[in-house]
């Protein structure tokens, strides 16, 4: 990050030596515990859900000091009310600690979700809040080591610092209580920081010793490639919002005054242009005082002109006012901490619409959507996308095939190409294992040395297929579609690649194929083509919404399991909501979306979740999905009652879930209906291999966790 000029809050980062951390300084890994039960757990009650959930524990021989710990608060949902606890030792948060319990209407217990600590006395911190927040800046951001933030103000626990031009706010800090691994309770110290051209958001637990025990990313990015083809699956429409108001949004959606054609303000967003990516509303644009936001859009014309910037704001508006209405109909609402300014009394904290910056100018070929804590506004940055052509293949022998080839590059990883590129014979490439094309085992050492690998797509990822190449000798690598023509940038990650690769359609690999002898070049486009605009995209929007709705329904999203769950739901919401099984064609201009495979038949199951990455392993969750609303649709049960059961699920589902308690939280939502849907849900997860005894852990080595799976295909005896 290039902070030259940067205007700081900070003062000189006081000296400070910190003691040697002892053991008891680790952090204790602790997974929640989920009760569940095909009847209740209790029997009936008269008394209040939070005394029935309080008295289970006790029964479970919980403490009366662990319970007296825990701050309920109940939120009614049709014949359940869920209860959400907080736990407060010695006047401080306990962080990470929750539980979850829903009660029927009899008063019977029937889910409990505790992921509670002992509560005890609380060990003191050696270190200051500021000497907490220097840490945590040394550690996540180095050109920041010598600075630490100056004092603002103090509410309770948290302190918050004066900010600067790279944080989107300034860092925070709340002296917390946190489970060591010898089980006694320590004074730590959350520290949030939220950078401004990033946008991301990033908790850091400092141990009372000045020592980082974890960091959290709550930022969820995605990256797609949109193409400069316009194939829409609708025209441009002129529609209408619900003025006045509707169940969902009781004010409408718009505020009454203040809106400009760059900028448009309601309950639950708050959409505008920030082309010069300082988080705010960029000047210009024009009063609109009537309510109509109108501007046609021309496609066939860069998206930076002044009528096609209009469109991305007012689009991106909205869309985010259609999954907010859409998503509180199942189950997000007030009480499930949702997004929106005014919570009307009806629970939650309000204060937290969305922040949608439309054509952000801090990045290009991404997405991303930063959840805080409820009662603080989250951020949904979009941007322009690079359109088809950025990069080409030049052929020059033989003469049968020379020619200039569609390509595109620059992917999440290895370096990018310039427009003399990387020169050598086109190889297809021949691991001598399964479909000797796809590049995904290892190729013969030095049989690629000087040449430009071709490969097929499929199997693994990309980075894993430009790897091996790389290994084998290559100096570039041309990836070839397996299903169509469409081209888009490859994501993966791996910070080892040092070649270039560029992405070529199904056509294009077969001529390369086609004759021997073929050498050329890749290399960027000397002209750049048209951009798109991913506001105008429903499946990015409802996608990044996505990691909202979990993040604030279940909790902590990150991890390998985790994060591709977040990844996969986000791709749910699309699929199922515009009834298609692919995601982001309209973007990428290809029949095929963005994803390695439709999600129909999906060929991956619950045992190829690595960790090698979040969006290729999460495709098996977005593949679950699809595959639930394929078996409703064939028993004839609506759409609604699909979506109410996924957002429903997600009261019952610990934070940091893996696909099993997804599963479960989904059946207990069905359970609590009537059971009527119960094997069709188990259909859909047994197939992908989350069936009966289906089970995943984390293994650390080296500081990494890898998901160890252990997939079942069985149903229930009764589920056909």
Known sequence: MHLRGAVFGFVAFSSVTFAAPAPSDELAEVRARVYRSDGAL???????????????????????????????????QGRITHVRFEQHVGGLRVHGAYAKAAVNDQGELIHFIDGTSKAGAVASARVSESDAVGVALRSLYPELRDTQPAEQSRDGNTVSFAGSAFFHRGPTVERVAYAASNGTLRTGFLVETWTAKTNQLIHTLVSGEGRVLSTE????????????N???????????????????????WLNSSGQTTRLIAGNNVRSYLDVDANNAPDSGGTAVTNGDFLTAADLTQNPT?????????QNLFYLNNVIHDTLYRYGFNEAAMNFQENNFGKGGVGSDSVDAEAQDGSGTDNANFSTPADGTNPRMQMYLWTGIGSHQVSVVTPASIAGIYVAQGDGEFGPALTTTGVSGDIVLVNDGVGTTSDGCESIPSGSLTGKIALIDR????????????????????????????????????????????????????????SVTGVSGTIRKSPTAPLQRDSSVDSDVVFHEYGHGLTWRMI????????????????????????????????????DLGIRSAPYTNYPRTYGDVAGTGVHFDGEVYGAIG????????????????????????????????????????????????????????????????????????LKRSKGVMTPVITQSFAKPADCP
């Open 42 to 76: 209790t029997g009936p009650s008269r008394s209040g859900a939070s005394a029935v959930a309080a008295g289970f524990l006790r029964a479970r021989g919980v403490s009366d000091a662990t319970v007296g710990s825990l701050r309920a608060t109940e939120a009614r």
């Open 217 to 228: 990313s709550r930022t969820a990015s995605d990256r797609y490639n949109v193409f400069t």
């Open 230 to 252: 316009d194939p829409s699956k609708t025209l441009q429409a002129i529609v209408s919002g619900p003025g006045a108001g509707n169940v969902q949004s009781p004010i409408g």
């Open 305 to 313: 002109t002044a009528d096609n910037r209009n469109v991305s704001v």
């Open 458 to 513: 499929g199997v693994c990822g990309f980075s894993v297929k430009v790897k091996n190449a790389q290994l084998a000798g290559a100096v570039g690598a041309i990836v070839a579609n397996n299903q169509g023509d469409g081209v888009m940038s490859m994501g993966g990650a791996d910070s080892t690649i040092n070649i270039p690769s560029v992405f070529v359609g199904q056509t294009t690999g077969a001529t390369l194929r």
């Open 555 to 590: 909790g902590s999203m990150s991890g390998p399991i985790s994060g591709a769950i977040g990844e996969g739901m986000s791709d749910v919401l699309a699929v199922i909501l515009n009834d298609n099984d692919r995601v982001g064609e309209y973007s990428a201009s290809s």
């Open 626 to 697: 699809w595959q639930l609303w394929l078996n409703f649709q064939a028993a004839g049960v609506s759409k609604d009652t699909l979506l109410t059961y996924l957002i429903d699920g997600m009261n019952y589902t610990p934070a940091g879930p893996y696909y099993e308690h997804m599963r479960d939280g989904i059946l207990q939502s069905v359970a609590n209906a009537g059971n009527a849907h119960r094997c069709l849900v188990w259909s859909a997860f047994a197939k992908y291999g989350v069936g009966v005894g289906a089970q995943a852990t």
